[in-house]
Every structure is written in C-alpha cells, then in structure tokens.
C-alpha cells in the first residue's frame, strides 16, 4: 500500500496568517492527490483535486502544489472558519489511502 | 446536483454482518465513470477506504478488509450497498458512502460525500 505521511500533525496559527501542510507519498503517485477538509461530526469536503485544481466553490486562499511524492496544501490568509483538521488522499493505486491527518487550530 | 444518503442500523452484534445503503439523489447510479464508495473512520482517528463499487458492476475492495466485504448496486432504487461480515468491536466506526469522478486523469476525487452513519459493534 502506498503510505501518505503528512505533516506537522497539528498545528496553531493565526487570523490572517500563511499556513503550509505536506503530505508525502511513500511512492510517485503523479497528481492524483485530493486533499480534504473535515470539520467535527461532519463529512470531508474536497478542496483540492490532481494536486493543484480548486474544488468549485471553494475559496481561493487555498492552493495546492506538488507532483510524485511531495505535495503541499498553503492556505494564504487562515481565517476562522478554517479551523479543521485536513488529509491528503491518493487515488492513484488501489488500494486508495489517507494520510493521517493535520489538526489546524488558530491561536 | 448529486446527494448521497447511508442507512442502515446503528447498533451490530458481534460475528453479525454489518449492512448499509447508500441513497443516490439527483443523478443515476448508472452514470458513467461513477465509482461508488464506502470510507470509514474509527472514533477520533483518520479515514480508511473501504472500497468501490463501478457503475458498471466491478469491485475493488480493501485488501485489510477484502475477505469480509461486499458491494453491490441496486439500479431499482438508485441505491449502492455494503455488507461487512463477522464485525468485532474493532468495527466500530462512522461510515460514509462517496461519489468518485473527474474529467480524467488525474483529476479523479471523491467530490461527493453522505453525512455518514454511525455504526456500533456491541452485544
């Protein structure tokens, strides 16, 4: 299976700041990294698709970059509703996987 | 646009099989390209991908979970399913069926989501 090490596993910011999260592949999985959004008790909502293209309807301060087996979620100015804990997911070899998980908190 | 909804029971016996539905809402479960999946998320922890079914009928299961999982598609009622046989605690779990598309590669993603069920192991 190919693992998804994402990293840090949480971390605390502030309104308005620049926040960066990386996911690794334990293998080249091209683009095909999602990375989601999971607010408690709720379903995850995508963000990101093939690496780097916006979900409709999702804001633009989120962006993603990266091919192989580095990927990178920045969210340019953190606002309060991003409060969430967010993963990247791989659909490129079955079975798909998950990384662990990175909790976003703001200070 | 598409909305999915899981039912099915809250509460399984242990060595039972677990059962769960998945309602398709504003779309067919026919529609082309569409694999219908099932995630799962133990108790504070991360997600696990279950598996999918095609709209054409093919399956791909998790292979930590292959012996014991089945999906089929119920085209009737616009419905997809999954049994989970022999559940033990460690099944405990919410379950969330998914919609996974895309214009093509590699822009694939589950875009879709249901709200997720709820389901305990327990005697």
């Known amino acids: 299976d190919i693992q998804m090490t994402q990293s840090p596993s949480s971390l605390s910011a502030s309104v308005g700041d620049r926040v960066t999260i990386t996911c690794r592949a334990s293998q080249s999985i091209s683009s095909y990294l999602n990375w989601y959004q999971q607010k408690p008790g709720k379903a995850p909502k995508l963000l990101i698709y093939?690496?780097?293209s916006l979900q409709s309807g999702v804001p633009p301060r989120f962006s993603g970059s990266g091919s192989g087996t580095d990927f990178t979620l920045t969210i340019s100015s953190l606002q309060p509703e991003d409060c969430a804990t967010y993963y990247c997911h791989q659909n490129y070899i079955t079975p798909y996987t998950f990384g662990q998980g990175t909790k976003l908190e703001i200070k | 646009q598409v909305q999915l909804q899981e039912s099915g029971p809250g509460l399984v016996k242990p060595s039972q099989t677990l059962s769960l539905t998945c309602t398709v809402s504003g779309g067919s479960i026919s529609s082309d390209g569409s694999y219908w999946s099932w995630i799962r998320q133990h108790p504070g922890k991360g997600l696990e991908w279950i598996g999918y079914?095609?709209?054409?009928?093919?399956?791909y299961y998790n292979p930590s979970l292959k012996s014991r999982v089945t999906m089929s598609l119920d085209t009737s009622k616009n419905q997809f399913s999954l049994k989970l046989s022999s559940v033990t605690a460690a099944d405990t779990a919410v379950f969330y069926c998914?919609?996974?598309?895309?214009?093509?590669?590699?822009?694939?993603?589950?875009?879709?989501w249901g709200q997720g069920t709820t389901v305990t192991v327990s005697s």
């Open positions: 079914i095609y709209y054409s009928g093919t399956t």
């Open positions: 998914a919609l996974r598309r895309g214009v093509g590669p590699p822009y694939y993603a589950m875009d879709v």
């Open positions: 093939g690496a780097s």
